[in-house]
């Protein structure tokens, strides 16, 4: 299930909109100012924002432009939705650093429409696709993780934590994650989570993926956190 921060000051619109979203399957968090988007980011990274461009104080435009500008929420999906239907308006809006913009009024249909295509665009791991990586394959659909060794495909056994670790690293290969980020990507709520239970996490994953020789896959970048980089052609099979 998704998580939608919706930022809208008027009672009326935020609360038609956030029906209509927990009706569709989304689990939906209100914010009426910036001041409480930001707390709410703050404590949880939601998978999209519905960010209001005219919000009382600071507006949705100065806060997706703060957003664009700390690592930890650069990546976070924005919906920019306005009264206004200038085309200056729009650029702007989309030059902060929303990924799409909508017009008030707008339908339910278009706004869930436009979610989706976000959350698709943003989130390969939430697709139920097969991903692959140097001869691992994970199935989302049927939860099996296997790599081929020869005749025979090997199955991993994987608790859900790490089949949900292993699952968003090969969606994002090469990409470094510091443990933050995997907490909020794979763990979604850690406000009580400690960072070195990521540590932990790794740990079992690789032991997991030894039997396959698959462990490496997995590496520690000093400093930063970690990174799936796809085995050197030769130890592919
Ligand atoms: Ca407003």
């Known amino acids: 299930m998704s998580a939608v921060l919706v930022v809208e000051d008027e009672a009326a619109i935020a609360e038609l909109i956030s029906l209509n979203l927990r009706h569709a399957g989304y689990e ?3 914010a009426s100012s910036a001041e409480q988007a930001q707390a709410a980011i703050d404590k949880v990274l939601p998978d999209l924002v519905l960010l209001d461009w005219m919000l009382p104080g ?3 435009l100065q806060l997706a432009l703060r957003w664009r500008g700390d690592p930890r929420t650069r990546g976070l999906p924005v919906i920019m939705l306005t009264a206004r239907s200038d ?3 729009k650029i702007s809006g989309l030059d902060a650093g929303a990924d799409d913009y909508l017009t008030k009024p707008f339908s339910t249909k278009e706004l869930l429409a436009r979610i989706r295509a976000l ?3 943003q989130a390969p791991e939430a697709v139920n696709t097969t991903v692959e990586v140097s001869g691992l394959r994970l199935d989302p659909s ?3 993780v296997t790599r081929r060794m020869g005749e025979t495909a090997l199955e991993v056994k994987l608790g859900p934590t790490e089949f949900r670790l292993l699952h968003f690293f090969m969606a994002h290969p090469e990409r470094v994650y510091s ?3 995997l907490l909020d990507r794979v763990w979604g709520d850690h406000v009580f989570i400690e960072e070195r239970t990521v540590d932990v996490h790794i740990k079992r994953l690789r032991e997991a993926l030894g039997p396959v020789q698959c462990a490496p896959l997995v590496e ?3 400093g930063a956190g970690y990174r799936l980089t796809p085995l050197p052609d ?3 099979i």
């Open 28 to 30: 939906v968090t209100l």
């Open 58 to 60: 600071q507006s949705g």
């Open 87 to 89: 085309e200056a308006d």
């Open 119 to 121: 959350l698709r665009r």
């Open 142 to 144: 049927t939860h099996r």
């Open 179 to 181: 443990r933050a980020q």
């Open 220 to 222: 520690t970048v000093r």
């Open 234 to 236: 030769g130890q592919a």
